[in-house]
């Protein structure tokens, strides 16, 4: 069976003023909107790729702590408001997406996740495209209940 993957990755940046606008070319995931004020700083699609799914605490190997997919792959880094907090933004996630029909797989918060070794771990674009605090995260890691087949959303929050 295919599987599908769409990851959305959220940072906080300090200089939102040199992200006035989305990258060219980007846009928003159909099952996955974002925060409202924010503006993507990196885009990438992909038919076909493979992922380590978080879905658990980093607190011994990687394979106990991922789950490794493939399949058609979405992946989004923003920029938020600097009015808004971590757990505003993680919070209107993780309701919004549970209204979707979306299950939590894990989810967790820097120390609940294992620390720097889970920021360090999940797949991130490079610098200065997204900036995470390995002390400051949350993650988010959902499935859809149903018909909906084989989706993974990963998403991971930072100031």
Known sequence: MTRFL??????FFSATSAFAQDVDGSSDHPLIGRFEGARITAYDV????EYQFPKAAMTGSESESFQPIEGAKTSIAYVLPPTA???????????SLAEAGFDTVFQCADAECGGTKL??????FPLPRMIVDPFNYRYLGVTP???????????????
């Open 46 to 49: 992909r038919d076909f790729d």
């Open 145 to 159: 209940t149903g018909e909906a087949g084989e989706i993974y959303a990963a998403v991971l929050f930072s100031v």
């Open 6 to 11: 769409m990851t959305a990755a959220l940072a």
């Open 85 to 95: 907090s971590l757990a505003e933004v993680a919070r209107n996630y993780e309701m």
């Open 119 to 124: 920021a360090y771990e999940i797949e991130q």
